[in-house]
Nanobody, 119 residues
Framework: QVQLAESGGGLVQPGGSLRLSCAASGRFDRINAMGWYRQAPGNQRELVATITSGGSTNYADSVKGRFTISRDNAKNTVYLQMNSLKPEDTAVYYC?????????????WGQGPQVTVSS
């Protein structure tokens, strides 16, 4: 079993910044991709950003230029730096990790910190 411990959510004014962290622990041989997804009330969960173990990144068009995803492979931790936040960024943000034991792949989700952008 793998646990994803997230932190960093909260309330911020429009134009502000927040940094989310997600640390993976438990039983796995390696982690390939890690990423962040979000879900606003009444909406489907959507991709925000992903990063592979090699550092390749992918962003949703709505966050390009404002959000930066990074990771520390030694700590099995992924970060999401969110700048110039907008009210439409308000959502629950879920961490996701693609883990392997030998060649068996399993995806895990975190509990999801709430991010609220409001004045």
């Amino acid at each position: 079993q793998v646990q994803l411990a997230e932190s960093g959510g909260g309330l911020v004014q429009p134009g502000g910044s927040l940094r989310l962290s997600c640390a993976a622990s438990g039983r796995f041989d390696r982690i390939n991709a890690m990423g962040w997804y979000r879900q606003a009330p009444g909406n489907q969960r959507e991709l925000v950003a992903t990063i592979t173990s090699g550092g390749s990144t992918n962003y949703a068009d709505s966050v390009k230029g404002r959000f930066t995803i990074s990771r520390d492979n030694a700590k099995n931790t992924v970060y999401l730096q969110m700048n110039s936040l907008k009210p439409e960024d308000t959502a629950v943000y879920y961490c996701n990790a693609e883990t392997f034991i030998a060649w068996s792949r399993t995806y895990y989700w975190g509990q999801g910190p709430q991010v609220t952008v409001s004045s």
